[in-house]
């Protein structure tokens, strides 16, 4: 087993982190936590929060090939769309 790419099975996941651009308006920050992490109103308000107040946010734990994905797809919606937005996959630090 290749611990780099199956993490997720010892440790609950990579994270995906959004880091605040402070030109992409909150209602698409919102959307994009709604629409590409499956996250409810409650938890996007939280994390749009934690963007504003930390600079980056922590959107939650996903296997390492979806996190990928789902930061690769925000990508794209956020370039086809004028927006700064950006996600990054990171393993979690042990102690958190």
């Known amino acids: 087993m290749n611990t780099d790419n199956h993490l997720e ?15 992409t308006p909150p209602d698409i920050i919102l959307s994009v936590l709604r629409d590409f992490l499956m996250l409810d109103g409650k938890e996007a308000a939280g994390i749009v929060q934690e ?12 296997p390492r090939t979806i996190a990928d994905f789902i930061v690769e797809q925000v990508g794209s919606y956020a370039s086809k ?11 979690p630090k042990k102690g958190r």
């Not at 963007?51 to 996903?62: E, F, N, Q, T």
């Not at 769309?81 to 990171?90: A, F, I, M």
């Open 9 to 23: 099975g010892a440790t609950g996941g990579w994270q995906i982190l959004m880091i605040h651009d402070q030109s």
């Open 51 to 62: 963007l504003k107040r930390d600079g980056r946010a922590m959107c939650g734990l996903y």
């Open 81 to 91: 769309h004028g927006h700064k937005l950006r996600c990054e996959v990171s393993v």
